[in-house]
């Protein structure tokens, strides 16, 4: 994996868009990882008891999965020096699993700090998960 670097980098470069995936067992790993234990992300019958129509992702997993995209594209998670987002909708993970959809789009370039601003989209069954989300990557 090569480190994305000022010289091919440019305001409108993309990230492809990629599909990650998510299933149940993600989540009971993440929840243990995290000692994020909420029934919402791993209780069926407790997500739809409190209006969810399924289980759902944790929010800090559908961000890092997110990050991990960009990550990919900089060539070094050391590169993505600033990542936030704003949760819009949760990410439901049904029985036979979830997924979520990231792409990226430079939206600026700074050339004396060496580096660029990618707004990431994410979306999950076609609704916005993340709004707001702006990554940004220190560049070669």
């Given at each position: 994996m090569?480190?994305?670097t000022l010289?091919d980098?440019?305001?409108?470069d993309t990230?492809e868009?990629?599909?990650v ?7 009971v ?8 234990q909420?029934p ?6 407790f997500?739809?008891?409190v ?6 992702a944790h ?9 991990s995209?960009?990550e990919?594209?900089?060539g070094?998670?050391?590169r993505?020096?600033e ?9 439901v ?20 700090a ?6 990431v989209?994410?979306?999950?069954s076609?609704d916005?998960v993340l ?10």
């Amino acid at each position: 994996m090569s480190v994305r670097t000022l010289a091919d980098t440019s305001v409108g470069d993309t990230i492809e868009a990629r599909t990650v995936t998510v299933g149940r067992d993600t989540l009971v790993a993440y929840a243990n990882a995290s000692g994020d234990q909420n029934p919402i992300h791993q209780d069926e019958a407790f997500a739809t008891s409190v209006g969810l129509p399924d289980v759902i992702a944790h929010g800090m997993w559908t961000m890092g999965a997110a990050g991990s995209v960009v990550e990919e594209w900089a060539g070094d998670g050391g590169r993505v020096v600033e990542f936030g987002t704003r949760f819009t909708k949760p990410v439901v993970v049904p029985q036979d699993g979830g997924a979520i959809e990231v792409s990226g789009v430079v939206k600026s370039v700074d050339e004396d700090a060496r580096r660029a601003t990618v707004e990431v989209s994410v979306t999950s069954s076609g609704d916005k998960v993340l709004g707001r989300c702006l990554a940004v990557v220190q560049l070669d």
